[in-house]
């Protein structure tokens, strides 16, 4: 089994005007900020998992970080089992009211996030360990916040296992301490010695991802409805190897109908904190004979500083509009000139505005074919 590096899964980027962490920690294979070969991406994610399943076997619930994680998390519960329940983290409203548990982000560029109250309860009574996923762990502040609010509602976690996993972990010991204290045991596939990453950045001027001139096309968007159902909602809680199997589906159904371009480069890009899907789907096409380069990352929050310094991970990027909120700034990083684009998300918003924000900011976007899926069924398409 393979053995990961900080070398492999490391890169120091500076946060543009945050002034509550001036870096951040850019993973170049987990399919978020940069480019990356789908194939690669899961890889990662399911050594984590299967890391997991080797300390934890009985483990039937995993909750996954927005957003950054949601994709980690959903393959790490997949590693365990099939009837693993997973839910994620989410900033965004869903109709309903599902006993949401509020909580902080500290160090973030959107502090708030929620989980769903309901989904956690279902869970906790179907395990008797809880695993928590994100992409890095720096101090435990926000893992400790969280199972603090949770164990405060639903008291059967204080009975349950709780671990703390993640790709890279660099808490202090003291930190560790204070973790362990609170019943909660960190699992990691890289563990980071103490650095000052701080002033690694310090040196790099970097600025904010511009917004391009906003591009239309010269002809419509036509539109298709891909067969069967799409309505596995992780927010909300679900049965992972039911998301997984619908994921599949949905790609299987798009893959035979599409007319993608043989040996060419191709895009599939998640946006915000639907990952999971772009990411099978850029694996199942991967893997079909003269498919070209596949290369998969997903629109993020996250507003990282641009620079072409040598050394530094995120050389270009830009502000693209959200697919779920028109009151947001969503950027798009590292971009390279493709053949084909494939956007996949679960927004429920049926319009294009987003799409064609995405493709005003790409290279070559008047040549590429262009697919979206949106809601994991309506397909549009130049």
């Not at 949905?250 to 890009?269: H, I, K, S």
Request: aromatic share 8%; net charge negative.
């Amino acid at each position: 089994m393979q053995q990961y590096t900080m070398e492999d899964v490391l890169r120091i980027a500076k946060r543009y005007r945050n002034t509550k962490r001036s870096y951040l920690l850019v993973n170049p294979l987990q399919a978020k900020h940069l480019p990356v070969d789908p194939e690669t991406a899961l890889a990662l994610m399911e050594h984590l998992g299967e890391s997991l399943r080797r300390s934890y076997p009985s483990a039937r619930l995993v909750i996954g970080f927005a957003e950054t994680a949601t994709a980690i998390g959903a393959v790490a519960a997949a590693q365990l089992a099939g009837d693993c329940f997973y839910v994620q983290t989410t900033r965004e409203d869903c109709p309903g009211n599902h006993n949401w548990l509020e909580f902080q982000e500290e160090h973030s560029h959107a502090v708030e996030q929620k989980l769903c109250g309901d989904a956690l309860e279902a869970g906790l009574a179907a395990t008797d360990t809880v695993i928590l996923v994100d992409d890095e762990i720096s101090t435990g502040k926000t893992i400790l916040n969280m199972v603090e609010q949770m164990a405060n509602r639903y008291p059967s976690l204080r009975e349950k296992t709780v671990v703390a996993a993640s790709i890279l972990n660099r808490v202090t010991p003291e930190q560790e301490a204070r973790l362990r204290q609170a019943g909660i045991v960190s699992h990691c596939l890289v563990r980071l010695p103490q650095a000052d990453y701080d002033s690694q950045v310090a040196r790099y001027t970097v600025e904010e991802a511009p917004q391009p001139p906003q591009w239309t096309p010269e002809t419509p968007f036509q539109s298709w409805m891909l067969s069967g159902s799409f309505d596995q909602n992780p927010r909300l809680g679900v049965s992972i190897g039911d998301y997984v199997a619908q994921c599949r589906k949905m790609a299987d159904a798009f893959l035979q109908w599409a007319a993608l371009p043989e040996g060419g480069r191709t895009l599939v890009l998640g946006t915000e904190e639907c990952m999971l899907p772009s990411l099978i789907l850029g694996q199942q096409l991967a893997r079909r004979p003269g498919s070209g380069a596949v290369r998969c990352h997903a629109t993020t929050r996250s507003p990282i500083g641009v620079s072409r310094e040598a050394g530094y991970p995120i050389v270009s990027g830009a502000q693209v509009r959200s697919f779920y909120s028109d009151d947001r700034k969503t950027y798009l990083y590292n971009l390279e000139s493709y053949d084909a684009v494939v956007v996949v998300s679960d927004t429920m918003r049926e319009d294009t505005a987003a799409l064609c924000s995405v493709l005003s900011a790409l290279p070559g976007r008047g040549t590429a074919r262009v697919y979206y899926i949106q809601g994991g069924n309506h397909v549009w398409y130049l």
